[in-house]
Every structure is written in structure tokens, then in C-alpha cells.
């Protein structure tokens, strides 16, 4: 079992940029594919980014490819979310994930889950 929790989320305005976290805890993080998703009221959730597990291959939606950069900090078992040019559209709840498998882009894929963490960007 791993546990995951975001931090980092906050109120910005457009053109600014966040720093989103995902510690994990009860396993190491290196072991799972981490992934960052976002939930807006009202709508699906949608997939915004995902890292294998061997770090080799990483992969972006659309919407967020080349703003958006996900990394991960092996000394302290964490995921991060480098999120760059802010704009309206970006706000959401961002949830973090972990996947035992390679290529996970899509919810059904992760197995573990964190809260949530809120990212709200102003124009």
C-alpha cells in the first residue's frame, strides 16, 4: 500500500506558475508510475500527466504539453508537478496517483490515489 499527499496548490494569476508536490509514504515511489490528473466540478476527470516507474518515458495531454513538467525527487519519495504559464483553464482540484504498470494515462490505470490539492488561476 502507498499513501499519497499533494501539496503546493494555491490561487495565482494567469501567466504565474505552481510547484505541485506528491509525497508517498508505506512504499517508495519509485516502484509505481506516478501521475497527475485534475478535477473540475461538474466535468470528468482528465488526465494532465504521467511518469514510468523506471522514469524512462514521460507523457503530457495536450492541453498542458509544454507548460507542464513532471519529475521526481528519489531522496525524498515525492512526484512533482512544474506547472509553467498558468492560465484560467488550468484551475482544478490536481490529484496525484500511483500505477503498478507503464503507459498509465488513464484513470482506470492507478490503483492509488491522493485528496487532491486546489489550483485556482485568476485572469
Known amino acids: 500500500q502507498i499513501y499519497l499527499e499533494e501539496s503546493g496548490g494555491g490561487l495565482v494569476q494567469a501567466g504565474a506558475s505552481l510547484r505541485l508536490s506528491c509525497a508517498a509514504s508505506g512504499r517508495t515511489f519509485s516502484t509505481f508510475s506516478g501521475g497527475w490528473f485534475r478535477q473540475v466540478p461538474g466535468k470528468e476527470r482528465e488526465f494532465v500527466a504521467a511518469l514510468n516507474w523506471n522514469s524512462i518515458g514521460t507523457y503530457y495531454s495536450d492541453s498542458v504539453k509544454g507548460r507542464f513538467t513532471i519529475s521526481r525527487d528519489y531522496a525524498k519519495n515525492m512526484v512533482n508537478l512544474q506547472m509553467d504559464s498558468l492560465e484560467p483553464g488550468d484551475t482544478a482540484v490536481y490529484l496525484c496517483?500511483?500505477?503498478?504498470?507503464?503507459?498509465?494515462?488513464?484513470?482506470?490505470?492507478?490503483?492509488?490515489w491522493g485528496q487532491g490539492t486546489q489550483v485556482t488561476v485568476s485572469s
Open positions: 496517483a500511483a500505477a503498478e504498470e507503464i503507459g498509465a494515462v488513464r484513470g482506470e490505470q492507478y490503483a492509488y
